[in-house]
C-alpha cells in the first residue's frame, strides 16, 4: 500500500545515502519511463535493489484523490490532508526520523516553495536544504504532470526533465552534492 513507501523504500535508500524524494503528482508509468530514459541519457542510472527496493507498484489509497492517496504517501499512514499535513506526516514520520540526523528531521516543499520568483532556478530554502549533508532528506512535490492533465488540453507531450520548470535544477543539485534520488507519484 502507497503508506508503506516511506518505511519501505525512503527511509531504507536514507540509511545509506542522503535522498532527495520528487513526488512527480500524475506521473504514469508511460510519463515515468520517457522521463527514466532522458535521465539515463543525462548520466542517472536506475537502480532496483535485488531485495525488491525500488521495483513495483504501491497500491493507492481510496478514494485515489491528492487529498487521500499523495496524503498518505507523504505520511507514511492513512490520512487525508494537504500539504500542510503531507509536511507534519513527513518531517515527523519514525522511520525518517530514525535515519536522519536528530537536529535535522526530514524536510518537504511544495510547488509554490520551490521555484525562485525573481530567477530561473531552485528558490533558497530548496537550495541550501539539497546542499546541506547534515539534512539526509529532502522531499519536493512537483505538480507540473497534473496541473497539465488538470487543464484537459487534448496534446501528447513528450516528457523530458527539460519540460520541468524546476525538475533539472533539483536533479543537478542532487548530483552535485551525491544524492540519491527517488522519483515517485
Do not use: C, Y
Given at each position: 500500500?502507497v503508506?508503506?513507501?516511506?518505511?519501505?523504500v525512503?527511509?531504507?535508500?536514507?540509511?545509506?545515502?542522503?535522498?532527495?524524494?520528487?513526488?512527480?503528482?500524475?506521473?504514469?508509468?508511460?510519463?515515468?519511463?520517457?522521463?527514466?530514459?532522458?535521465?539515463?541519457?543525462?548520466?542517472?542510472?536506475?537502480?532496483?535493489?535485488?531485495?525488491?527496493?525500488?521495483?513495483?507498484?504501491?497500491?493507492?489509497?481510496?478514494?485515489?484523490?491528492?487529498?487521500c492517496?499523495?496524503?498518505?504517501?507523504?505520511?507514511?499512514?492513512?490520512?487525508?490532508?494537504?500539504?500542510?499535513?503531507?509536511?507534519?506526516?513527513?518531517?515527523?514520520?519514525?522511520?525518517?526520523?530514525?535515519?536522519?540526523?536528530?537536529?535535522?528531521?526530514?524536510?518537504?516543499?511544495?510547488?509554490?516553495?520551490?521555484?525562485?520568483?525573481?530567477?530561473?532556478?531552485?528558490?533558497?530554502?530548496?537550495?541550501?536544504?539539497?546542499?546541506?549533508?547534515?539534512?539526509?532528506?529532502?522531499?519536493?512535490?512537483?505538480?507540473?504532470?497534473?496541473?497539465?492533465?488538470d487543464?484537459?488540453?487534448?496534446?501528447?507531450?513528450k516528457?523530458?526533465?527539460?519540460?520541468?520548470?524546476?525538475?533539472?535544477?533539483?536533479?543537478?543539485?542532487?548530483?552535485?552534492?551525491?544524492?540519491?534520488?527517488?522519483?515517485?507519484?
Open positions: 500500500p503508506e508503506s513507501f516511506l518505511d519501505g525512503v527511509a531504507t535508500v536514507a540509511a545509506k545515502d542522503p535522498v532527495l524524494v520528487i513526488v512527480n503528482d500524475g506521473m504514469d508509468g508511460g510519463i515515468f519511463e520517457e522521463l527514466a530514459q532522458d535521465m539515463s541519457h543525462r548520466g542517472w542510472m536506475r537502480w532496483e535493489d535485488p531485495s525488491g527496493i525500488g521495483k513495483g507498484s504501491l497500491l493507492s489509497a481510496l478514494p485515489s484523490v491528492t487529498s492517496s499523495r496524503t498518505a504517501l507523504l505520511s507514511g499512514r492513512m490520512a487525508s490532508g494537504a500539504s500542510n499535513t503531507e509536511k507534519t506526516g513527513f518531517s515527523k514520520h519514525p522511520a525518517l526520523l530514525a535515519v536522519s540526523l536528530a537536529t535535522k528531521p526530514p524536510v518537504l516543499f511544495h510547488k509554490a516553495e520551490l521555484a525562485d520568483a525573481a530567477a530561473a532556478g531552485l528558490s533558497q530554502s530548496v537550495r541550501e536544504s539539497l546542499r546541506d549533508s547534515g539534512q539526509r532528506i529532502v522531499g519536493v512535490v512537483v505538480n507540473a504532470v497534473d496541473d497539465h492533465l487543464k484537459a488540453e487534448q496534446l501528447r507531450l516528457w523530458t526533465v527539460d519540460g520541468f520548470r524546476v525538475l533539472d535544477a533539483l536533479l543537478d543539485e542532487a548530483l552535485m552534492v551525491g544524492r540519491a534520488v527517488i522519483l515517485t507519484s
